[in-house]
């Protein structure tokens, strides 16, 4: 699993729990956490499509035109 999944995961455990979650505050605070792994998780996508566009291998496919 990649830290991107890890990050869903946990962002969809946030979600679950805050609507589970007895009071506002909670709910609130739960909302907020899921918000936050979910920006965690489109950063690290985001990161492995630029660290994959940038490796060597792409590099030398796209100058072999």
């Known amino acids: 699993m990649s830290i991107a999944?890890?990050?869903?995961?946990?962002a969809k455990e946030a979600i679950l729990s805050a609507a589970a979650a007895k009071t506002d505050g909670?709910?609130?605070?739960l909302v907020e956490l899921a918000r936050t792994?979910?920006?965690a998780a489109l950063r690290e996508r985001?990161?492995?499509l630029v660290?994959?566009?940038?490796?060597?291998?792409?590099e030398g496919t796209r100058h072999a035109s």
């Open 5 to 10: 999944d890890q990050f869903w995961q946990y």
């Open 46 to 48: 985001q990161l492995a």
């Open 51 to 58: 660290r994959v566009l940038s490796s060597p291998i792409a």
């Open 26 to 29: 909670d709910r609130r605070c």
């Open 37 to 39: 792994w979910t920006q």
